[in-house]
């Protein structure tokens, strides 16, 4: 009996043995590579699991309007946006002919589903309500929203936000600026909506509207070189201790998030984003502040 005991006893050892040499042997699931859903990628220069191998694609709208870009031509390095895409750029190891850009319609960009660009920047602001459909890399810029208004309309002596509240206000659909008239300044009147801020800028020409709502950097330049007869009457006080920023969009499966933010973070310490805000951004200078 001992020794039938001995065998067993040697023998389920061996098949124990066995099945955890097995086991760990055996194959196990696979993580992505490169894509969209694998775990956080590797942050090695050049060589991020992109949607082209390679390369980085940038999205961002068409037009691409002044202060952000130049001469709606995002490629050119011109404007403040496509200078912080080719900073990112360099900063992960992508010089500027790796860099292929992508038009991508303003609401699309943060909208649910699957994308085709590694990053997104459109001024953009991050909010809680779109990180449940995108995610976002650190803030680049921190932005303020303000009201433009032809020089001859009432809505330009507004010294507060209840001096706007009967006039008639318009903002792009889907922008933050437009969730500044509902949310804080409640006109009697609905908010027109236009679908691009160029039909918002002729709306103000035309009188169809008192005012209009846009970033302080875009007032500035409607105001110096597209509506010469309006003016910037002033900014809208931020709505909570933390202030609006604009971040790069990715999908929000990205493995790419953590080092996008990363060069950001890293452009922000080392005086890259301040300097390039100075020298594209300069002529938005300060505005008063409606109470």
Known sequence: MHLVNRSLVTALCSAVALCAALTGCSPQPEEKASGKRGTAAACAPGGLATEVAGKLTVGTDKPAYAPWFADDEPSNGKGFESAVAYAVAERLGYGRDAVVWQTVPFNSSFAPGAKKFDFDLNQVSIS?????????????????????????????????VADLKDAKLGA?????????????????????????????????????????????????????????????????????DKPEQFGLVLDRESTLTSCVSGAVDALRKDGTLAALEKKWLSDAVDAPVLK
């Open 128 to 160: 809680e309500s779109r990180k449940k459909a995108v995610a976002f890399s650190s803030g680049y810029y921190d932005v303020r929203q303000a009201v433009v208004a032809l020089k001859s309309s009432k809505a330009a002596r507004a010294t507060g």
């Open 172 to 240: 792009q659909v889907g922008t933050t600026s437009l969730d500044f008239i509902n949310d804080l300044v409640k006109p009697t009147q609905r908010a027109a909506v236009y679908q691009k801020n160029d039909f918002a800028k002729s709306a103000l020409k035309s009188g169809q509207v008192d005012a209009i709502v846009v970033d302080l950097p875009t007032a500035f330049y409607i105001t110096g070189a597209e509506v010469p007869e309006a003016k910037v009457v002033g900014q809208f006080p931020n709505s909570t």
